[in-house]
């Protein structure tokens, strides 16, 4: 098996469990999504729109932005409290994932999780009313990726 399958197999494994942990299932998909539904339908103090613009047009990029944080610093925190619990550390450390290929299968599991989000976030904030520019969606990705390696890296 090469190090990249090795990765890939890490990166699947952890994809599954990210989506199937209630904590990081809770910090990934639901509150962001309240935040959004909440947040969109309230009008903020000090706050003014132009005529004919939605509080969701100013909301949705930054819930988008939380919980592109939110997975990549505390969800890697939360799955990195249960390992050392369960001792999975001290274990991968004697096996030939080793040291890069479980951060490599971490950070792609985090931008797999992160697509969803972003999938169902967009979905979402577009039933409320939300209508993103095309011209933007390029520096999103890329904004998206820098955050995601910064996030990960520091959780």
């Known amino acids: 098996m090469t190090a990249t399958s090795r990765a890939l197999a890490q990166a699947r494994f952890d994809t599954r469990i990210m989506l199937r942990n209630g904590e990081q299932l809770l910090l ?41 944080m939110s997975i990549s610093f505390t969800g890697q925190a939360i799955g990195t ?15 030939p994932l080793g040291r890069s290929g479980l951060l ?18 967009g979905v979402l904030a577009s039933l409320l009313g939300w209508h993103p520019r095309a011209a933007g969606v390029g520096a999103a990705l890329v904004l998206i990726l820098l955050g995601t390696g910064a996030f990960v890296a520091l959780g």
């Open 28 to 68: 990934t998909m639901i509150l962001p999504s309240l935040i959004l539904i909440v947040l969109s339908r309230v009008a903020l103090p000090g706050v003014h729109l132009h005529p004919g613009e939605h509080w969701v047009n100013l909301i949705a990029p930054g819930v988008l932005a939380l919980a592109v």
């Open 81 to 95: 409290g249960f390992d050392r619990r369960h001792g999975v550390l001290r274990m991968l450390a004697t096996t």
């Open 104 to 121: 490599t299968g971490r950070m792609l599991a985090v931008l797999a999780v992160e697509a969803v989000q972003v999938v169902v976030l």
